[in-house]
């Protein structure tokens, strides 16, 4: 029954994932910039095995692992636990118990899979040519970055449902955040000297992880935190996907006075298509997730270009116009809608 059950929600889940993926790529997309992107990622990784990496190259493949752990951080264990779930709490805490279990297995496969094709495959050149370790490492390294992770979104998911919010859970998972990139440092560099040394820091990492599971199970005082956060966590990655496809939010309706742009006067122009620009980028700009996605594309785009070689700055930049036209696209359609707007086209049409 839970079985059945949860493989209900993951099929519920990976369906909303996919029509999210479908709902910004078609075949022209498909076409023009993915199936180019993983061709030249090929033709680049085979350079990797014919040609010397260069040190610039080691510390870009350095920084990409660093951004996969920021990325991968504030994920936590999956339980699959819904509103509905409360009617069980008392009946049957068994079968709340397995369903657990079964979230803890699915977060525990997909984190495996995952630094497969970041460890092994992604970083193989890197270890092997630059830094020069052997097979077993390279085995021992995916298995402790895997335990680590693990261990990593159970500490995370406990942090965050028995810590609540506010400046302490901020705190905290900073601290944390620096106590565990040091930790996964130093093993990671004691692995390497010495092999042996992977059996103390992997024997470490599966104590905390029998500790946290065992605080998992303890789900009672915890349960709709624990719903609260299995919402968010479930709408992460599509949200994410959703936003960078862009599907922008509606335009604010506040009759709040902005911070941005409080009294600016007009730059571009009396003319009504001037007017009509200059309201919608004031307009885009205040809205706070709007101005922070552009931030963030910009930043990331800037960064990359600059440190990437030239072919791989040109996909970047293509995918950073793409995604912030594709926003601006979505949000002027939703800013059409507003009375301004259209209050404005009409005059001017009745004019004309």
């Known amino acids: ?122 970083m193989l050149p890197v270890l092997m040519k630059s830094i020069g370790v052997t097979k077993i490492q390279v085995v021992l390294f995916w298995l402790f970055f895997t335990l680590f992770r693990c261990m990593l979104s159970l500490l995370t998911r406990y942090i965050h449902v028995r810590v609540g919010k506010g400046w302490l859970l901020w705190i905290i998972k900073n601290v944390i955040f620096s106590i565990s990139l040091s930790f996964l440092g130093m093993s990671l560099f004691l692995i390497y000297k010495n092999p042996f040394y992977s059996i103390l820091c992997i024997s470490l990492v599966v104590f905390l992880i029998i500790a946290l599971i065992k605080e998992k199970l303890n789900y009672r005082n915890s349960f709709f935190k624990e719903v609260e956060k299995e919402k968010e966590e479930s709408m992460r990655w599509m949200s994410g996907i959703m936003q960078v496809g862009g599907h922008a939010a509606k335009p604010s309706s506040s009759n709040k ?80 809608k507003k009375c301004f707007f259209i209050y404005i086209v009409m005059k001017a049409n009745y004019y004309c």
């Open 257 to 336: 006075k902005p911070w941005m742009f409080p009294r600016s006067k007009k730059f571009l122009g009396k003319k009504t298509d001037d007017r009509i620009v200059e309201s919608f980028l004031k307009e885009f700009f205040r809205t706070s997730s709007a101005r922070i996605f552009y931030i963030q594309i910009v930043c990331i785009s800037a960064i990359s270009i600059v440190m990437s070689p030239r072919w791989i700055a040109a996909i970047i930049l293509a995918f950073a116009l793409f995604a912030i036209s594709r926003y601006a696209r979505d949000y002027w359609a939703e800013f059409a």
């Open 1 to 122: 029954m839970i079985k059945k059950q949860f493989y209900k929600r993951l099929r519920h889940e990976l369906g909303r994932k996919w029509k999210s993926i479908r709902s910004v790529t078609d075949w022209t997309v498909a076409l023009y910039i993915i199936i180019p992107a993983f061709i030249f990622m090929g033709i680049y990784y085979r350079s990797l095995w014919i040609n010397e990496l260069s040190m610039e190259e080691i510390i870009y493949f350095g920084l990409g692992l660093l951004a996969f752990y920021l990325v991968t951080y504030t994920r936590g264990v999956r339980s699959f636990f819904e509103q509905a779930d409360s009617l069980f709490l008392i009946s049957y805490p068994a079968h709340m118990q397995k369903l657990i279990q079964y979230g803890m297995t699915y977060t525990f496969i997909r984190i495996a899979i995952t630094n497969v094709v970041v460890v092994v495959v992604a």
